[in-house]
């Protein structure tokens, strides 16, 4: 979870509209057409000068992005493409070899250990976050008092804190030798948990990354919730339901686009993890080898073994498959949506 | 805001308010123990004292001394590093993502929709996917190990053009930048006089969410970087707790410079949420967000 994109929380201007949340798809263009329809688009026929120098207009504008969108995401992604269809060899140095290299990747134990660890981390990690920040959500939205406030705040507070000193703190609770688990479990003449052993250390890094997001999607979760119209509720106890109905019918469906849209961003930074396993690496000795995710494997391949097309081809493919995934998944949500 | 005080119905659940408290311990436990063990020496660290209690012997002044002296002060470098890298990089990728924005939102011009098509597959890419491509290319231009290999990078927001697109589309609209332009102004001026105020709030919000991504970056300065005089705070300590990991005997004293360095490099943020408060609450009471 490197740079998880950022999202939510914006103002926007005497528009209390329902706060839907169009989930990035190409599809949305369509809407930015209905904003603002006009004659058809043609670059080579151009009616006069002021067409040509709105098009100048509009590419002196989305330039300087377009510019470091080519450098820094097109480019790469050609060139990670390119460097993994090359292998270097001792003997005869590099040689194009096609997919040779995406074969090697998807018969290697290692990464595909690594890539069944993120996909039953996310199957794990992602229904708990998004319903602890769903269940937090809802309670702050149905009770207020100071101290509701002040609970919202604190629990919203990890996401300032860099994932990667999420992870030290958390590895020093984890701790033999300076966590407070030794002290609470030897209240009771138990012997602590270990987390950071090979058995517990799929929920120790659960846990990191529960208390490192639940509170930034709660707070997503209660903008949406605040947004919907109270009255709604009000005609709701009319027809006799109660506040677990009202919870159930009206608030969860009226929110599920932004359910969907921190699902999609937690899927995105969860197939990614990396920060928090390459911390506990070096608490952990043994327990989290250098392959334990894709990520951390291509980082090694690239970066310990000098192997960059190996590194670029596991890189490739772990984009690759993110991509897809999240478009199938959007797809599949949006057209089942649509019949709800 | 509005929606609450109109529900005007002040409600107080003992047992949820109760489970409430609960939670709030649970977030706020690395918090509480960072506090209290940073404020002990190693003597009182490794000494079987309570963990989640002060020592006898609170002692912040002294391990402070000695974090931003530890090897002539690298510490204290981190941390500016990471403030340039934040500033520079949350400012970059925003003026960019501003005008990128205002540009899609409006200005028909030739492959637009196609333009605009890609950004928003750009979101669906995963960073650290471009992580390894982008250090062979720069290494290629001599730019890794410099600070540009963290900056530029760090430019690229496509979210921050989605979020400035969908909002100038919403806050500005046309009628008033065909007037500016009547009377004479011109497109620059026009974006930077009158569609610019309107859009502040937007801007104001991917300004933070830029500049936070920037701070808590790990993975592309642990790649770019090998000079740890170079280092963001996150990269640093990493760094220092390989150190006092890999020979847990020698180093006693790393683990409380690491302890309250962990404590002293999340203060910036925290105070940040805290005063932006109003910014980024206010915005959510609005409920927009999209």
Do not use: C
Not at chain 1, 190 to 209: C, H, M, Q, R
Request: glycine fraction near 8%; avoid cysteine; proline fraction near 6%.
């Amino acid at each position: 979870m490197t740079t998880r994109v950022g999202h939510a929380v914006f103002g926007r201007p005497a528009h209390p509209r329902f706060p839907s949340i169009d989930i990035p798809e190409p599809k949305m263009t369509l809407l930015i057409e209905k904003s603002a329809p006009r004659t058809q688009e043609k670059p080579h026929k151009v009616r006069g000068k002021v067409r040509l120098r709105e098009h100048l207009m509009g590419w002196l504008f989305v330039g300087p992005f377009g510019i470091v969108f080519l450098a820094f995401l097109i480019a790469p992604l050609a060139y990670a493409l390119y460097l993994s269809l090359f292998q270097k060899k001792l003997i005869g140095g590099t040689s194009f070899v096609l997919l040779d290299n995406y074969v090697k990747a998807f018969t290697d134990p290692s990464f595909l250990s690594g890539s069944w660890f993120v996909i039953r981390f996310s199957l794990v990690s992602i229904p708990l976050q998004i319903i602890a920040a769903l269940a937090m959500a809802l309670i702050l939205d149905a009770v207020t008092s100071l101290f509701t406030r002040f609970s919202r705040l604190m629990i919203f507070l990890p996401y300032a804190i860099p994932t990667v000193i999420g992870a030290v703190m958390w590895g020093f609770l984890y701790s033999k030798s300076f966590g407070p688990l030794t002290d609470i479990f030897g209240l009771f003449g138990a012997t602590p948990p270990d987390f950071l052993s090979s058995n517990l250390i799929f929920y120790g890094l659960v846990n990191i990354v529960t208390w490192q997001w639940a509170g930034y999607y709660m707070i997503i979760l209660y903008a949406a919730l605040q947004g919907i119209d109270p009255t709604l509720y009000e005609a709701a106890r009319m027809d006799g339901a109660g506040r677990w109905q009202i919870a159930l019918r009206i608030k969860i469906p009226l929110i599920a686009p932004a359910l969907l849209l921190i699902l999609v961003f937690s899927l995105i930074g969860t197939l990614q993890f990396f920060n928090e396993p390459q911390i506990l690496r070096s608490l952990a000795a043994g327990t989290i080898g250098p392959d334990f995710t894709p990520n951390m494997y291509a980082y090694q391949q690239a970066f310990a073994l000098a192997n960059f097309n190996y590194g670029s081809a596991i890189s490739f493919a772990l984009g690759g498959i993110v991509f897809i995934g999240v478009y199938a998944f959007l797809f599949f949500t949006r057209k089942r949506r649509s019949f709800l | 805001m509005s929606a609450r005080s109109r529900a005007r119905r002040p409600q107080r659940h003992l047992p949820l308010q109760v489970l409430l408290g609960f939670l709030v311990v649970y977030f706020l436990v690395p918090f509480w123990w960072v506090i209290v063990n940073s404020s002990k020496d190693a003597s009182g660290l490794f000494g079987g004292g309570n963990t989640l209690w002060f020592a006898d012997r609170i002692d912040y002044l002294g391990n402070l001394q000695q974090l931003f002296t530890y090897d002539n002060g690298i510490y204290g470098r981190w941390i500016l590093n990471s403030t340039l890298y934040a500033i520079a990089g949350g400012v970059g990728a925003t003026i960019l993502a501003v005008m990128a924005g205002y540009g899609f939102a409006k200005y028909r011009f030739a492959a637009r929709r196609f333009s605009f098509a890609l950004v928003l597959g750009a979101l669906m890419v995963p960073a650290t996917a471009l992580v390894i491509p982008t250090f062979i290319m720069f290494s290629g231009l001599g730019l890794t190990n410099t600070i540009w290999a963290v900056i530029l990078p760090s430019l690229l927001n496509p979210f921050g053009v989605y979020l400035m697109h969908v909002y100038a589309r919403d806050a500005v609209p046309d009628e008033i930048l065909d007037a500016a332009r009547a009377d004479g102004a011109g497109e620059l001026r026009t974006f930077l006089q009158v569609a610019f105020p309107l859009m502040r709030p937007a801007v104001v919000t991917v300004l933070l969410l830029s500049a936070v991504a920037s701070w808590n970056n790990y993975f592309l300065p642990l790649a770019m970087l090998s000079d740890n005089r170079l280092f963001p705070v996150t990269v640093g300590l990493g760094l220092w707790q390989g150190i006092a990991s890999a020979n847990n005997a020698g180093t006693t004293s790393l683990w409380s410079l690491i302890i309250l360095g962990a404590l002293v490099s999340v203060i910036p943020l925290i105070i940040a949420f805290f005063t932006l408060q109003r910014h980024w609450r206010g915005g959510l009471s609005v409920g927009g967000l999209r």
